[in-house]
């Protein structure tokens, strides 16, 4: 049973840039949510997919954007990069009509570094 | 409102010592109550799991102490072995509405087993 995957997990990028995160939830679940965490700090909610839709946002800018697919994969994209956005950047999955609504697991994340 | 405290920041113990380490929260909407395990490097690991109608939960070596009335839950870890040193955060979920499906976390705390 295949976990949630994420790619690329290390990247570079230079100030001004953009870049694309994927993702691909765990078999079986339909609802994808993306977390921000900085060195030392818990995970902050960026946003969730569901049914291809943006279901709710954290207190993020615009230049945060994703998407998922009619497969359930997503892709998280961020724009202009500044060296705040430096961290790791973690997918996490879950099943809308799972009874207990509850269960939410993580990938390994992507490590950004901006330069 | 939405915050999720946790404490201590970092906590040492060894081998065979019951590690305690406590959360608080003001959302009373808040219904679901994971604890992460993180190791440097990985993505956060469900450990166990706790909703507010119960007081205890034990899975394994880990357990979860709930106290409704306090707003507060508390993890403690039995028989601490070396392998159990890592990051565990603790977090906060409300099903349904506008929050659906958003984990808030506390800080962390990294605990370190010595042998």
């Known amino acids: 049973d295949a976990g949630v995957t994420q790619s690329p997990t290390h990247l570079i990028k230079t100030r001004g840039q953009q870049v694309t995160l994927r993702c691909s939830p765990k078999s079986g679940h339909d609802t994808v949510s993306w977390y921000q965490q900085a060195l030392g700090q818990g995970p902050q909610f960026i946003f969730q997919y569901y049914e291809e839709e943006e279901r709710q946002r954290g207190n993020f800018p615009d230049r945060f954007s994703g998407h998922q697919f009619p497969n359930y994969s997503s892709e998280l994209n961020v724009n202009a990069l500044l060296l705040g956005d430096s961290a790791l950047y973690l997918c996490a999955s879950s099943l809308q009509g799972d009874p207990l609504e509850n269960t939410i697991y993580f990938g390994e994340g992507s490590w950004l570094t901006v330069v | 409102q939405q915050q999720v405290k946790q404490s201590p920041q970092s906590l040492i113990v060894q081998k065979g010592g019951i590690p305690i380490i406590n959360c608080a929260y003001e959302?009373?909407?808040?219904?679901?109550f994971p604890w992460y395990q993180q190791f440097p490097g990985k993505g956060p690991a469900l450990l166990i799991a706790i909703r507010p109608d119960v007081s205890e939960k034990k899975e394994g070596r880990f357990t979860i102490s709930f106290n409704k009335s306090a707003k507060q839950f508390s993890l403690h870890i039995m028989d601490s072995q070396p392998g159990d040193s890592a990051t565990y955060f603790c977090?906060?979920?409300?099903?349904?509405?506008?929050?659906?499906?958003?984990?808030?976390f506390g800080q962390g705390t990294i605990l370190t087993v010595h042998p």
């Open positions: 977090a906060a979920k409300v099903n349904g509405g506008t929050s659906y499906g958003k984990l808030t």
């Open positions: 959302n009373t909407a808040f219904d679901y």
